[in-house]
């Protein structure tokens, strides 16, 4: 079994931010309001953009790391350090922003994302863990 190959790795500092619903505002205007979430992950992004968008299926790995609740004590807070997080936002809201963002920039479409692995952990160091690999495919 060959090695796995990360081809680009990227960690993200912050709490992780996960996908918002589409809002309708005044005068029926439509707007995102994960728009400004957006922006700061493509700012982050362009450590690692290539020079042209990947057109290969990738696959994609996400480690939300959110940030343990400030009302709990310090040795709680240690207890909980790098276990799983099993309460809202749901994982996918977390990959879906992530996604959206690298479309365009990191590869062309998120048609392209194959394999795709999230993951929500507890942390007192919030931050998201972002891990691409370009799956090269033999042809028959």
């Known amino acids: 079994m060959k090695d ?3 081809d680009l ?5 912050g709490q ?3 996908q918002k619903r589409h809002r309708t505002g ?3 205007r439509r707007y995102d309001p ?3 979430d957006k922006k700061r992950i493509r700012k982050e992004l362009l450590q690692i953009k290539p020079v042209t968008p990947i057109t290969k299926p990738v696959r994609v790995e996400i480690n939300a790391f959110v940030q ?3 009302s709990w004590s310090g040795a709680k807070q240690e207890r909980y350090e790098g276990r799983y997080r099993p309460k809202r936002p749901d994982a996918d ?3 879906k922003l992530i996604l959206d963002s690298m479309s365009g920039m990191i590869y062309s479409d998120d048609g392209q994302v194959v394999d795709l692995r999230t993951r929500k952990f507890y942390s007192m160091k919030p931050c998201t863990e972002l891990q691409i690999e370009i799956i090269n495919e033999k042809t028959k």
């Open 4 to 6: 796995k190959q990360i």
């Open 9 to 13: 790795k990227l960690i993200i500092p």
């Open 16 to 18: 992780p931010a996960a």
């Open 26 to 28: 005044r005068g029926g």
């Open 34 to 36: 994960s728009s400004t």
């Open 68 to 70: 343990t609740p400030k």
């Open 93 to 95: 809201n977390y990959s």
